[in-house]
């Protein structure tokens, strides 16, 4: 596999959007140590595929598994949209050369590079002074939802989340 800024564009493409979207909207978190959050991209496993997703919604940093409950009904849509593209899930001796890592790790740079020009207007979230007192309330209510939905079904926590954001 080829990993030309051209060739892993379809891989990233989603959460390149994803973090334009946050800086337009003004929904960039920053966090306790001044670091900037538009997207937090996860690899998660649906079929053979690996797909890069975010792992930030509105001012909530996801765990690797609320990420997977949260977008894996979502792929199939997103996929058929046209909107997402799984990088396939290839047996690697090492986690760091599976492909999915290498082009999160190039797509990084990018990330980190635009990261220096987005203005302080597009921050929703700072916890740079202080923790955000309704943002700790969203926190907790989503670790909470995410409790309740690994005791009843794993796609439990995605529909909480889709009600908690009115879809």
């Not at 080829?2 to 334009?20: A, L, M, Q, R, T």
């Not at 916890?127 to 995410?146: G, K, M």
């Amino acid at each position: 596999m080829s990993y030309s800024p051209e060739s892993i564009k379809p891989y990233v493409d989603f959460i390149n959007n994803w973090h334009y979207d946050n800086i337009k909207n003004n929904r960039v978190l920053r966090n306790k140590h001044g670091e900037l959050t538009t997207v937090k991209s996860t690899g998660i496993k649906v079929g053979d595929n690996i797909y890069l997703v975010p792992g930030y919604i509105d001012g909530i940093e996801l765990s690797e598994d609320q990420a997977q409950d949260y977008w894996a009904p979502r792929i199939p849509r997103l996929e058929k949209q046209g909107l997402i593209t799984g990088i396939p899930d290839i047996q690697v001796d090492d986690k760091a050369s599976h492909p999915a890592n290498i082009i999160s790790k190039l797509n990084h740079t990018f990330m980190d590079k635009e990261s220096s020009e987005i203005p302080d207007s597009a921050i929703k979230y700072d916890y740079s002074n202080q923790p955000n007192p309704e943002v700790q309330l969203r926190q907790e209510v989503v670790n909470n939802l995410s409790n309740r939905a690994r005791t009843t079904t794993n796609h439990g926590l995605a529909q909480q989340l889709n009600n908690q954001r009115g879809q």
